[in-house]
């Protein structure tokens, strides 16, 4: 009784977070663990995904943990006395299963009415548009498009063929996004808040950047808390439907801090900094302005791992990465990461091949990198100077010749 009461606080309170943490708490006994969610069917839906949820972030460990007969029960048992489709989901996700277990022997199956197989062909659909959503269990209404009814083939044994479908209609993003909101909010709604970033000017107040900023959010949210929310397709299409390119350089800054205090997942908050901060410091050609350089440091401090993998390595790695780009990330390095990150950082850069065929602007990096003095592993060490011997020996001698790379060798 105990830890399902720490475990329902943790869910209710702190969320994905909370029951990730409170697992992290009771790592040596996951199988009572176990037993006890599935013992927590009265619970509310709501609290059930977010336990589930947090139970995705630590798949590893039940997977780790749990053998495929004890995998196997247990998932039979969340098929047949779990109702909702989105826990059964996570479920799988959990236990890494490919395929729904099969249903429980005392339980009808969905498919015995079936006499034969029906497959319904798919149709192309233009770029840029997307299908409406189509559930052929429910009977047709007037907002989706109908299909055809199915035509028996009398003289064919093998079974009914499946006549082809009226192409379905196409939409453009913005109504496709409002359909999935759940009604959370209009295509009027998305429209307005695009045309709000276009024609935003670099003037604006900060009340106005903020109110921008939280309405971006907002709608973000209304796509995370879907039920079938489980990739980040559905909010990587907002970020371009919005234009988030568009933001001025302070609404950047004000979006990557409420980003960072909204606590989202780091999957969720890579994808909105991947279409607004890492876009713009690589499209940068001049000195990036002080608003980005906070927003770096804001990232760094808060999500150093997503700032590595997704800020740093993506421009270290990027052919066209200029001095103003290299000047940022030695910022990002210099006062943004600190030394306790070295290792790792060094770990990244060689496995992306950073040091393999180095040019004078990445070196500057790498030698920041170095110039902290962090305490590196003698594997470290050795990964770093045969990363450098393979580039004296495959790299054009005026990339190895130089200063740049002289100094770091030697650092």
């Avoid at 039920?227 to 609404?251: F, I, Q, R």
């Amino acid at each position: 009784m105990e830890l399902r009461a720490t475990l329902v606080a943790a869910a209710v309170k702190g969320g994905v977070h909370g029951v990730a943490a409170h697992i992290d708490d009771h790592v040596g006994d996951l199988h009572s663990y176990l037993s006890c969610v599935l013992d927590a069917q009265d619970l509310p839906l709501g609290v059930k995904r977010v336990i589930w949820s947090g139970m995705v972030h630590r798949a590893t460990r039940f997977a780790a943990a749990m053998d495929a007969t004890r995998t196997s029960h247990a998932l039979t048992l969340i098929s047949a006395v779990e109702t909702d489709r989105y826990v059964n989901h996570l479920a799988r996700l959990v236990f890494q299963a490919q395929k729904p277990p099969p249903p429980a022997a005392w339980m009808p199956s969905v498919d015995t009415c079936v006499i034969a197989r029906m497959s319904v062909p798919t149709c192309n659909v233009s770029t840029g548009k997307r299908a409406v959503d189509v559930d052929l269990t429910k009977p047709s209404s007037p907002s989706t498009p109908s299909s055809k009814r199915i035509k028996v083939d009398d003289d064919h044994d093998s079974g009914i063929p499946a006549a082809p479908l009226d192409p379905i209609d196409p939409i453009d993003d913005i109504t496709y996004l409002a359909m999935k909101m759940d009604k959370r909010a209009s295509a009027s709604q998305i429209l307005a808040l695009v045309s709000s970033i276009k024609s935003t000017p670099s003037s604006s107040t900060t009340s106005d950047i903020a109110s921008r900023c939280d309405a971006i959010l907002h709608a973000a949210s209304s796509l995370l808390q879907l039920p079938e929310y489980c990739s980040t397709v559905y909010l990587e299409l907002l970020c371009s439907t919005l234009a988030l390119t568009s933001l001025s350089d302070d609404a950047v800054l004000v979006l990557t801090t409420k980003l960072v205090e909204a606590k989202w997942t780091s999957y969720d908050t890579a994808v909105v900094l991947e279409s607004t901060l890492l876009v713009r410091v690589q499209a940068a050609t001049s000195a990036i302005p002080r608003s980005l350089l906070k927003a770096l440091q804001v990232v760094a401090t808060s999500l150093p791992h997503i700032a590595i993998d997704r800020i740093l390595v993506p421009v270290l790695t990027s052919a066209t990465a200029n001095a103003p780009q290299c000047e940022a990330m030695t910022r990002l390095v210099r006062d943004g990461l600190g030394p306790s990150l070295t290792p790792l950082i060094v770990t990244r850069l060689i496995a992306a091949n950073v040091l393999h065929s180095p040019h004078d602007r990445v070196l500057l990096v790498v030698q920041q990198i170095f110039n902290v003095k962090a305490p590196l592993a003698q594997d470290a060490i050795d990964l770093v100077v045969h990363a450098l011997a393979r580039a004296v020996s495959a790299s054009p001698a005026t990339t190895t010749a130089s200063i740049k790379f002289a100094s770091v060798l030697f650092t």
